[in-house]
Nanobody, 129 residues
């Protein structure tokens, strides 16, 4: 079964950068649509950016131009490069995936959390001066 372990979070000043990593085990990411999600205190979990098995991407308007999702299928790892961080980016960040036979990209391209599975434990990102 596919499992994820996220890392790379931490405390960063506004305007700074972080690169989150999500290492997968138990299955190859080649056949999964994958995504990064976040949940701030008192708020619902939201999609940040999602990436299809064919490398189509969607990204939330709130992070467009600042965040980039990518994958390395050799390392079976998903990344989220976060630049120009803002205090409102503070949240626990999670990765998750859905197998291509379970849902097609048009179904999951909304990057809605309830379409994804195999959640990792999350990594805390805090943006503060």
């Amino acid at each position: 079964q596919l499992q994820f372990v996220e890392s790379g979070g931490g405390l960063v000043q506004p305007g700074g950068s972080l690169r989150l990593s999500c290492v997968a085990s138990g299955a190859s990411l080649d056949y999964y649509h994958i995504g990064w999600f976040r949940q701030a205190p008192g708020k619902e979990r939201e999609g940040v950016s999602c990436l299809s098995s064919g490398d189509s991407t969607v990204i939330a308007d709130s992070v467009k131009g600042r965040f980039t999702i990518s994958r390395d299928n050799v390392k079976n790892t998903v990344y989220l490069q976060m630049n120009s961080l803002k205090p409102e980016d503070t949240a626990v960040y999670y990765c998750a995936a859905v197998h291509v036979t379970r849902s097609s990209w048009p179904v999951v391209s909304s990057c809605a959390p309830n379409r994804y599975h195999n959640w990792g434990q999350g990594t805390q990102v805090t943006v503060s001066s």
